[in-house]
């Protein structure tokens, strides 16, 4: 927009990028990680609504579909396409979130997520225990005294 000042000059307008009513919401400013997150997040509350006694069958075979096209080898625009092959699955990821979460009963939604947050926060405490990480230790050096061992048997073979 142009707007005229006194003295005849056009001045471009200059906009205030947010105004105090017009804010984005918090999921438009979260970084990608965040956002892939919830995207795995709701996925597992999809997850555990799938599973519940519950859930209507249209919602499990809306489930089903959407999963099937996701990992299907056949699409309608094949994902090797750079940008356009990809933009195919996230409309139908996006439609078929949208549409679950319409027609899933809140009750089981409700439950879905209290699932959902439960088995996440055990994952997070299975991994910072120190069970993993020793066994992870463990394997490393099983590799490098293997590696040493067999260093130790080449050399003696090659100078013998």
Known sequence: MVVECDNLTKVPERRVPYSKGARPDPASLMNWRQQAQQLQKEAHVFYFAFKHSHTPWYARLLAACTAGYLFSPIQLIPSFIPVIGFLDDLLVLFLGAKLLQRIIPVDVLAESRKFAEAA?????E?????????A????????????VAASGLIAACIFH
Do not use: H, Q
């Not at 996440?120 to 997070?124: A, C, G, M, S, V």
């Not at 299975?126 to 020793?134: D, G, Q, R």
């Not at 992870?136 to 590696?147: D, H, K, P």
């Open 120 to 124: 996440e926060l055990r994952r997070k």
């Open 136 to 147: 992870a230790v463990a394997v490393v050096a099983v590799w490098l005294l293997s590696a």
């Open 126 to 134: 299975e991994i910072t225990s120190s069970a993993p990480i020793f």
